[in-house]
T-cell receptor
Framework: NAGVMQNPRHLVRRRGQEARLRCSPMKGHSHVYWYRQLPEEGLKFMVYLQKENIIDESGMPKERFSAEFPKEGPSILRIQQVVRGDSAAYFC????????????FGAGTRLSVL | AQSVTQLDSQVPVFEEAPVELRCNYSSSVSVYLFWYVQYPNQGLQLLLKYLSGSTLVKGINGFEAEFNKSQTSFHLRKPSVHISDTAEYFCAVSDLEYGNKLVFGAGTILRVKS
C-alpha cells in the first residue's frame, strides 16, 4: 500500500508564474489536507478537502491560492502569480475517515520562487 | 483558538542520555494530541498519538508521551537516545471545535551528539 504521493518534489518558478502541486492520497483515504511550512516555522493548516468538496479552507490565503480534489485523480493545490513569499514546503496529508483519525503525510513539494 | 507551544527550539543531548521534549497546548474542549518526527528533506512520520484512555502513550522508536490534562501538557520522552534520533519533532493538536485540522507547534530540533 503506497503512502501519500506528492509531485513534484521540487518546483522552481519565476515570479508571476503558476505553480501546481499534486497529491495522491493513500489508497482508501478520502480526506486530504494541505499544510505549508515556511522556513524555520512549523506547519500551518491551509485546506481540508473530501472528494469534490472543500470542507475547511480557513487557512488558505484569500487570493491566488485554490485547491481541488476531483472525483478522479489527485488533489491539486494551485498558486497563481507566485511571489517570493510563496517559497515554502507544501505538505499533503490524508486520512481514511474524519476527526481523530491519523493523518499520513507525503514527502512534500518544495517550491522555490526566483 | 487552539495553540501549541513547544518550549525549546533546540535540545542538544549526548548519545544514550534521556531526553524530554516539552509541549503545552491550549484548548477549551477535549483534544487529540500527536507527536510527529521530520528528518531532513522528508515528510512527517507519526511517533505516537493520544485519543483517549491511558494518559501514558507509547510510540515507535522507544518514545513515549504523557497526557496531563490539568497542566495541558503532552511531553515527549525517551530514556536513551541514539544518533539516529537527530531530527525535528513536532507536537500537534486537533479538537472537535476546530474540526480535523492539526495545529502544530513550531518544532524542536533534537541534536544527539556522540
Amino acid at each position: 500500500n503506497a503512502g501519500v504521493m506528492q509531485n513534484p518534489r521540487h518546483l522552481v518558478r519565476r515570479r508571476g508564474q503558476e505553480a501546481r502541486l499534486r497529491c495522491s492520497p493513500m489508497k482508501g483515504h478520502s480526506h486530504v489536507y494541505w499544510y505549508r511550512q515556511l522556513p524555520e516555522e512549523g506547519l500551518k493548516f491551509m485546506v481540508y478537502l473530501q472528494k469534490e468538496n472543500i470542507i475547511d479552507e480557513s487557512g488558505m490565503p484569500k487570493e491566488r491560492f485554490s485547491a481541488e480534489f476531483p472525483k478522479e485523480g489527485p488533489s491539486i493545490l494551485r498558486i497563481q502569480q507566485v511571489v517570493r513569499g510563496d517559497s515554502a514546503a507544501y505538505f499533503c496529508a490524508s486520512s481514511p475517515t474524519s476527526h481523530g483519525d491519523i493523518q499520513y503525510f507525503g514527502a512534500g513539494t518544495r517550491l522555490s520562487v526566483l | 483558538a487552539q495553540s501549541v507551544t513547544q518550549l525549546d527550539s533546540q535540545v542538544p543531548v549526548f548519545e544514550e542520555a534521556p531526553v524530554e521534549l516539552r509541549c503545552n497546548y491550549s484548548s477549551s474542549v477535549s483534544v487529540y494530541l500527536f507527536w510527529y518526527v521530520q528528518y531532513p528533506n522528508q515528510g512527517l512520520q507519526l511517533l505516537l498519538k493520544y485519543l483517549s484512555g491511558s494518559t501514558l502513550v507509547k510510540g515507535i522508536n522507544g518514545f513515549e508521551a504523557e497526557f496531563n490534562k490539568s497542566q495541558t501538557s503532552f511531553h515527549l520522552r525517551k530514556p536513551s537516545v541514539h544518533i539516529s534520533d537527530t531530527a525535528e519533532y513536532f507536537c500537534a493538536v486537533s479538537d472537535l471545535e476546530y474540526g480535523n485540522k492539526l495545529v502544530f507547534g513550531a518544532g524542536t530540533i533534537l541534536r544527539v551528539k556522540s
